[in-house]
């Protein structure tokens, strides 16, 4: 008997059931997906998607590394916390922050009262994986990439546990994982508006 291969159904594109009227804000470990899942996000949401990173990097003239070599991370973290402030001042956008950003505490605090904050949260094994591909990781660089995630794991996730939301990544397709995003903002939304009346 002839075995007919099913078909892939693809999952109908979730939308947006409410408007947007504060930016969101992407948190999560390097290699979490902020980035790729934030401008197909940003795309169905009909917003920009801007990263803090690379915006740093213009407002500085230098790489995140380069500043992390020459100043250090402190110089860093008081950039990147001024770079935040002005990019969720303007309309509502798609923010993909730098892994460290959240645990600065007074970045956290603004982040928390101007936008949604969304935890990308991904398994140690594919943060690993995604980001090998790529030397530009200044964490990285100094040590055993898997154990180093690891322990940012475990100092950063209980922090990133404040986010509003709180999404799994992993193996799934970024459009799997777009659709997870606006199904848990459609209840965010619905339970902001409830509380407001």
């Known amino acids: ?31 979490s997906g902020k980035t790729t899942v934030g401008v197909r996000l940003a795309r169905r949401l009909g917003v920009s ?10 407002a500085a003239a230098h790489t995140v590394s380069e500043i992390f070599e020459k100043f250090g991370e402190e110089d860093f973290r008081n950039g990147e916390r001024k770079v935040i402030s002005r990019l969720i001042s303007d309309k509502p956008n798609i923010l993909g ?5 959240f645990m600065d ?12 904050t969304i935890w990308l949260k991904a398994d140690i094994n594919h943060l690993v994986e995604r980001t090998s591909r790529r030397n530009t990781r200044p964490l990285l660089r100094d040590g055993n990439p898997e154990e180093i995630l690891r322990k940012l794991a475990q100092k950063r996730y209980p922090v ?17 994982v777009v659709n997870d995003i606006i199904w848990k903002l459609n209840q965010y939304l619905a339970k902001e508006r409830k509380t407001r009346k």
Request: proline share 4%; net charge positive; hydrophobic share 35%.
């Open 1 to 31: 008997m002839k075995r007919v291969q099913k078909s892939k159904i693809k999952s109908p594109a979730l939308r947006l059931r409410y408007p947007l009227t504060k930016s969101i804000s992407l948190i999560g470990l390097m290699g």
């Open 49 to 58: 998607f801007v990263d803090s990173d690379a915006e740093i990097e213009i």
């Open 97 to 101: 922050t730098g892994g460290g950003a």
């Open 105 to 116: 505490r007074e970045t956290r605090k603004r982040l928390k009262e101007k936008t949604i």
């Open 160 to 176: 990133y546990g404040q986010a509003a939301i709180t999404v799994e990544t992993g193996a799934a397709p970024h459009e799997k």
